[in-house]
């Protein structure tokens, strides 16, 4: 387990699909977090999980949005009704300790692009 | 006005320029960090400050908790250094960054 895993690295769909992402986090970690960034810009919170209760949802998370974290392991972040609005790079990251000492270590990434 | 604030927000040197990104907040914070994004959508952490000052390698962080300002300097700089630098905060008793913005710095040959 070398880190933050995200899968795809990249996902084009057509305007109206439903798409999923994935994230896989370091495995001892029981934080979870998902933020969204849109080009030039830094990132926003989305949501995030402590082990596979999702404590907070960012208003950015509109009802087409859905995340889930179901045995409090990996993550999937759900879009239905995709929107070219929706295209942006969405990031998933991980902690255990307190984040203000520690920080997060983040996925790659995964790039949405809605045509 | 965002909370966090980075200028300049692009930068472009030669390779071998002294380099100095600053980041300005208007809340009060328990943290800061310095973070990487290479065009690959990846972040890394560099450093995080509470106060004082840090370095390491080529790079040095400072912070300044009165007047709400962190600085990271790149000396000597490469290309391999072609990224964009995130500073984000954690306000006392929250999990979440607040970013800035980024700033794109390319390092020429």
């Known amino acids: 387990d070398t880190g933050v895993s995200q899968n795809p690295r990249h996902k084009i769909t057509k305007r109206g699909q439903n798409v999923t992402f994935r994230c896989d986090p370091i495995s001892e970690h029981n934080r979870l977090y998902w933020y969204r960034q849109t080009l030039g810009q830094g990132p926003e919170f989305l949501t995030y999980f402590q082990n596979e209760a999702q404590l907070e949802k960012s208003r950015l998370l509109s009802d087409r949005f859905s995340a889930e974290r179901p045995k409090g392991s990996f993550s999937t972040l759900e879009i239905q009704r995709t929107e070219q609005g929706d295209s942006a790079m969405y990031l998933c990251a991980s902690s255990f300790r307190r984040e203000e000492n520690y920080g997060y270590t983040f996925g790659s990434g995964t790039r949405l692009t809605v045509v | 006005k965002n909370e966090v604030e980075q200028s300049p927000q692009n930068l472009t040197a030669q390779e071998g320029e002294f380099i100095t990104i600053n980041c300005s907040y208007s809340v009060g914070i328990s943290a800061?960090?310095?973070?990487?994004?290479?065009?690959?959508?990846?972040?890394?952490?560099?450093?995080?400050?509470?106060?004082?000052?840090?370095?390491?390698?080529?790079?040095?962080?400072?912070?300044?908790?009165?007047?709400?300002?962190?600085?990271?300097?790149?000396?000597?700089s490469h290309p391999r250094d072609s990224a964009v630098y995130i500073c984000a905060v954690f306000t006392s008793g929250t999990y979440k960054y607040i970013f800035g913005t980024g700033t794109r710095l390319k390092v020429l040959a």
């Not at chain 2, 509470?50 to 300044?64: M, P, V």
């Open chain 2, 32 to 76: 800061l960090h310095w973070l990487q994004q290479h065009p690959g959508g990846g972040i890394v952490s560099l450093f995080m400050l509470s106060s004082g000052k840090k370095k390491h390698g080529r790079l040095i962080a400072t912070i300044n908790i009165q007047e709400k300002h962190s600085s990271l300097h790149i000396t000597a």
